[in-house]
């Protein structure tokens, strides 16, 4: 408002004859206005600044009020079946980690990584195409390609970089990628980054992608269908079956996530495609180091040689990232070498799963999941899973409850996840105390 005023002013004196008998004036007018009006933007700007950080304070109040904020409890010790948390003065038994086989602690594991620091050194500080790529790495990539049975593998930092590179890379405006609308957040966030057309079809809902797939025909050059192998937040098994069938039927490719399946499903650990019989059918595989193998870090897409020679090429969280660390290489060649030549922790770990599973449904929970180690106990109150989490934390169980937006709304629940790690008296005592809350808290009878 000011500056306009000064305007008007000025065009009104612009006659010789003003400017000479006023010229200081003026000036002197110009130079005050102007610093109120950068002292007014500058206020502007001040005020926006607070904004944002009250409207992200308001954001984090609104999750604590709906009781679905979440604490990260502190751990003191290596990740295994039993650690010490910083909260509690006695080692808990740790019923909610991804660490499958048991393979976090593993002596072996864990010498192979130090050897490979005095060989190869703690990291590479480039990314893998300008002085990233040691021996190690080839040798990881072609374990990792014979133990699944494909043409080849490319690494990368972690599964979720796996899964934000590969759409973009293979799909462009003319092609389609129909994925499961309960899919993991990082094949989502991939999706959301190609131009490709996107379906999405109802949760493992054989005849509504049937029909999105005849949909998609019409209009794309090449048709991907992605899937989790296993549903993280549920434990569900995808019917990889019906959906290589109807990739036949419509000359679609078929691709998996099996972060919660490598190294343990399957009579042989190498995962869905293997307990489903359809690994020749599947065209390419997502999965993770950093659960059953592990647990450290690190992922990799195997599949056709000629989709990973592309992905080399464009991939972008491959060209932009650092190269796995050599450790965590050496630690990953020494798990793929002990679970192939035997099978002996996922079977233990079949029989944690199978024990915890049958008393859990005698006691009357209702579980979530087909067999698979990921086991939700669904509460559906977001409250009621937090104080059931916390109360057997007292009881030295550690747990944790899951709700909104990690899980739909009304779907709470405590995901337990078994390990071949877990003695069968451990298991047996996570059972009693979920009985024991579960009665105290109105769950079961």
Known sequence: RNSSKLCKEIKQRTNRKALVAKPN?????YNYTRSSVVREVKDSASTKKAGAFATWQQQIEDIKKARTYKEERIITSPQKSSINVSNSSKPVINFCANNYLGLASNKQLIEASKRTLDTHGLGLSSVRFICGTQDIHKQLEKAITNFHQKEDTILYASCFDANA?????LLTSEDAVLSDNLNHASIIDGIRLCKAQKYVYKHMDMSDLDAKLKEAREKARIMLIVTDGVFSMDGEVAPLREITDLASKYGALTMIDECHATGFLG???????????VNDKIDLINSTLGKAMGGASGGYTTGSKVAIELLRQRSRPYLFSNTLAPAIVGASLEAFKLISHDTGLRDKLEANTKLFRTRMKEAGFKLKGNDHPITPVMLGDAGLATDFANQMLQKGIYVIGFSFPVVPRGEARIRVQLSADH??????????????????LKVIP
Not at 165 to 169: A, L, M, R, S, V
Not at 423 to 440: C, W
Request: charged share 25%.
């Open 25 to 29: 004036t003026l000036i002197s007018k």
């Open 165 to 169: 590179g590969i759409f973009e890379t």
């Open 267 to 277: 009579p042989t650990g190498r995962g869905t495609p293997e307990l489903l019989g």
């Open 423 to 440: 003695t069968t008296d451990q298991v047996n005592q996570a059972v009693d105390s979920f009985i024991e809350v579960g009665r105290k």
